[in-house]
């Protein structure tokens, strides 16, 4: 078998399509690519606004007046932490992956505080710097990993949003910030983000005839390929083919209706949230299967995904899916009659779409283990309940590969800094620093 370099594309037309890393084409010795077992990915999914926290008692002065709605619509699991717990019903659909995450509670950053603004906690998500008094903001922790990693794939970083570039100061729309302290663009239209990521065109745009597919025009050059890979790559090739078509169709099919004016109804004259429905579950459908297939074919091994900003963006309708108001109403009206179970049903709706997103992990082979196990996934809010910056809803998973410890609820009384926690993932990452930001120590319990 002739020995291919490292990077693998299929070529024709002017068109070029990234490739997973097959075991038989690997090069062996220094030269080749990271052996499995050396490959580590990080991946972080932000939601703003924080998640439903009805009280506990009806009564603080009364123990026995329990709560229905706290034992209903809490995002926390119950009791004191440790590995003998039971997830919330809100987080019910990570059961499956239950030995293969942790749930935090108790962690923060106090700077956001300091702050003062409930609509800045996705820029400094994954850093908790401190920018009061003009201080600049500092380096997040994806982009850390990102330059530590330097040259190990094609893309250092994939950073996208579901609003796109950088926002305003009080209102990112990225969670990713460079060694300079600066916003990283995010992007957000999954047509771009795609032929960024596999379907990168020789000469321009115009090299492909329109809305012609990029498998098609690469298949020519795929079949001596093919022929040599081994019946597993095989098939792992013919998945990701499909999963490759099943993309593309779903974009040409969104693309063909965005230019077709809609028709003049009266409002009530029909239901409100049937386009709303359709269009936010498949553009979070097509955002997440971009940054599984990001991963799966190893063009990059850090994304972050911001799945809505904290003011007014597209993703603050995601809830129309469920026939909901607005994410951040549904954040200020908790208290309302139902308020705490509208904000619930959404809540356990962005961990489904993170459940599945688990799953393709799960179920995608890599080495003798799955991307799963060489995937740190953080997924979590810089908010608890409407605009309170401690006690954060965070769920790290994945990435037994690196050394993460799981299967816990790790509840802390006293609060401690969120930056512990991006501190051991550093670590977890090779990156050898004392401290981040204003962090005390790794968390232990992790490792």
């Keep these: 078998m002739r020995v291919l370099s490292r990077k693998a594309f299929l070529m024709g037309s002017g068109a070029t399509l990234a490739l997973p890393c097959f075991a038989s084409l690997e090069r ?3 030269a080749g690519p990271d052996p499995a077992e050396r490959r580590q990915r990080f991946c972080a999914i932000f939601f703003p606004f924080g998640v439903s926290l009805p009280p506990r008692l009806t009564d603080p002065k009364n123990p026995e007046s329990r709560n229905p709605d706290y034992d209903a619509f809490n995002w926390f699991p119950d009791g004191d932490g440790g590995r003998d717990y039971r997830l919330s019903k809100t987080l019910e659909p990570l059961e499956p992956f239950r030995r293969d995450l942790t749930v935090f509670s ?5 700077h956001y505080r300091v702050i003062g603004s409930g609509h800045r906690n996705g820029g400094l998500f994954l850093n908790g710097a401190n920018i009061v008094k003009g201080s600049a903001n500092s380096v997040s922790v994806d982009q850390l990993i990102a330059s530590h990693m330097e040259g190990a794939t094609r893309f250092p970083s994939l950073v996208l949003s579901s609003g796109g570039g950088v926002g305003v100061p009080l209102m990112a729309q990225t969670i990713s910030v460079d060694r300079h302290g600066k916003f990283v663009p995010a992007l957000s239209e999954p047509r771009q983000i795609f032929n960024r990521l596999f379907g990168v065109e020789e000469g321009g745009a115009a090299a492909l005839r329109p809305r012609r597919s990029v498998l098609d025009v690469t298949m020519e050059s795929a079949q001596s390929l093919i022929h040599r890979l ?3 790559d095989q098939r792992a090739f013919a998945d990701y083919r499909q999963s490759i078509r099943e993309l593309e ?3 040409d099919r969104a693309e063909q209706w965005a230019s077709v004016p809609r028709p003049a109804v009266e409002p009530a004259a029909v239901a ?12 979070l459908d097509s955002m997440f299967e971009l940054v599984y297939l990001a991963l799966k074919t190893d063009s990059t091994r850090v994304v972050t995904y911001q799945i809505a900003c904290e003011g007014t963006c597209i993703g603050d309708s995601f809830p129309s899916v469920l026939g909901l108001p607005t994410h951040h109403n549904l954040s200020h009206g908790n208290r309302s009659p139902g308020g705490y179970e509208r904000w619930a049903k959404y809540d356990r709706f962005l961990v489904e779409q993170f459940g599945k997103f688990l799953t393709k992990l799960a179920n995608t082979p890599d080495g003798d283990g799955t991307l799963l196990d060489t995937t740190a996934c953080l997924f979590g809010s810089g908010t608890s309940d409407t605009h309170i910056h ?5 769920v790290l998973a994945g990435g037994t590969r690196l050394g993460l410890k799981h299967g816990q609820y790790v509840r802390y009384r006293e609060e401690r800094p969120m930056n512990d926690l991006l501190l051991t993932l550093a670590h977890r990452f090779g990156i050898d620093t004392p401290s981040f ?4 120590g790794v968390i232990s319990e992790l490792v």
């Design 249 to 251: 169709h779903d974009l």
């Design 437 to 440: 930001g204003d962090s005390a």
């Design 28 to 30: 062996l010795g220094a």
């Design 390 to 394: 401690k006690n954060y809803p965070l």
């Design 106 to 110: 108790g962690l923060s950053h106090p």
């Design 272 to 283: 409100q949230d049937g386009f709303a429905k359709q269009g936010a579950q498949s553009y």
């Design 230 to 232: 081994n019946p597993e």
